[in-house]
């Protein structure tokens, strides 16, 4: 069913103009303006494969009656970090953490997950620990909820259809995929890919903020409902959370090892932005779908001051 919805790729134009103006980069601005009409109706749409539109259903279909996550200032965010960066060309200037000790530290937390194997509190159908992976200074993450089979199989997240997918999102966002984290909330597949409970959630939620202060990055998305519930710690719907920067505080006393703890004593809070789950939009691939995951990724990409990549003309 999905591989029918992978028959093709399509472009269309995203309004994207209105974040023109906004963009603070002189660097982003120059290279947006220059950017024709043409061109601007490409604009980081290919992403996204075209695929049949089956209505504004599912589980992530959102509803307006929900509370709204708290809203942030959306400004480049001061330094946060250890050591100064030399500035990329994609990105403003920026200092980012210790890299060795990140993934000393990311290493002790996964062989803290072996050993304490918080899934065996609960029905899993998992050969294998699907920790996460990526820059360890990543100043983007990604969560999702859990492994499905693919990543099973690999012990890498987001490598099956929904992955692919959020490759392209990444590209689209002007980044690679090794210049980010991508986690779970979950380390191990569920059944039947089921959905993770608020109770199997929260007895790996330790781990995941631990990972979160480890790694400190700059922003995280949250892919789906699950996630998005795990890390705002909110019962609302996705469609009242999508689209809206939450800024959320990762206390130490949350996560679960001492070394991590120790990292941050004061705690950080970092700017969540939840959007659909990419097995969503494959599941539900409508334009307006398609159109609102893109412009909650160009908020992020506001807030990091990257250049959206350019698809090349026809
Ligand atoms: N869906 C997820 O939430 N995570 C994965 O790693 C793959 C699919």
């Known amino acids: 069913m999905i591989a029918a919805d992978l028959s093709g790729f399509a472009v269309f134009f995203l309004g994207w103009l209105p974040y023109i103006g906004r963009m603070s980069e002189q660097t982003i601005e120059r290279r947006f303006v220059a950017v024709s009409a043409d061109t601007a109706r490409l604009m980081g749409v290919d992403f996204i494969p075209i695929g049949k539109s089956s209505g504004a259903s599912g589980s992530d279909a959102h509803s307006v009656t929900e509370p709204r996550a708290a809203e942030i200032e959306v400004k480049p965010f001061a330094d946060r970090r250890a050591a100064p960066?030399?500035?990329?060309?994609?990105?403003?200037?920026?200092?980012?953490?210790?890299?060795?000790?990140?993934?000393?530290?990311?290493?002790?937390?996964?062989?803290?997950?072996?050993?304490?194997?918080?899934?065996?509190?609960?029905?899993?159908?998992?050969?294998?620990?699907?920790?996460?992976?990526?820059?360890?200074?990543?100043?983007?993450?990604?969560?999702?909820?859990?492994?499905?089979?693919?990543?099973?199989?690999?012990?890498?997240?987001?490598?099956?259809?929904?992955?692919?997918?959020?490759?392209?999102?990444?590209?689209?966002?002007?980044?690679?995929?090794?210049?980010?984290?991508?986690?779970?909330?979950?380390?191990?597949?569920?059944?039947?890919?089921?959905?993770?409970?608020?109770?199997?959630?929260?007895?790996?939620?330790?781990?995941?903020?631990?990972?979160?202060?480890?790694?400190?990055?700059?922003?995280?998305?949250?892919?789906?409902?699950?996630?998005?519930?795990?890390?705002?710690?909110?019962?609302?719907?996705?469609?009242?959370?999508?689209?809206?920067?939450?800024?959320?505080?990762?206390?130490?006393?949350?996560?679960?090892?001492?070394?991590?703890r120790e990292l941050h004593s004061e705690g950080i809070e970092i700017p969540v932005m939840p959007t659909y789950h990419p097995a969503y939009l494959l599941r539900d691939y409508t334009p307006e779908n398609r159109k609102k995951v893109w412009s909650d990724l160009l908020q992020v990409v506001k807030l990091l001051g990257l250049t959206p990549k350019v698809p090349a003309a026809e």
Do not use: W
């Open 85 to 260: 960066e030399t500035a990329a060309d994609s990105a403003p200037a920026r200092v980012r953490g210790d890299r060795a000790k990140a993934t000393r530290l990311l290493e002790e937390l996964r062989v803290k997950y072996e050993a304490d194997a918080p899934h065996q509190h609960f029905v899993t159908d998992h050969h294998t620990i699907v920790f996460g992976e990526g820059d360890p200074c990543a100043r983007l993450m990604f969560i999702g909820e859990a492994p499905g089979a693919e990543e099973d199989k690999t012990g890498r997240p987001f490598i099956g259809k929904a992955g692919q997918l959020l490759d392209k999102m990444i590209v689209a966002m002007g980044l690679r995929r090794d210049e980010v984290y991508i986690c779970n909330v979950l380390k191990t597949r569920p059944p039947g890919n089921a959905t993770p409970t608020g109770r199997e959630a929260e007895l790996c939620k330790p781990y995941l903020i631990d990972q979160i202060r480890i790694v400190n990055p700059e922003v995280i998305v949250t892919l789906g409902l699950p996630a998005s519930k795990t890390v705002l710690a909110t019962e609302a719907t996705m469609g009242s959370l999508r689209g809206k920067f939450a800024k959320v505080a990762f206390p130490p006393e949350n996560g679960i090892l001492k070394s991590v």
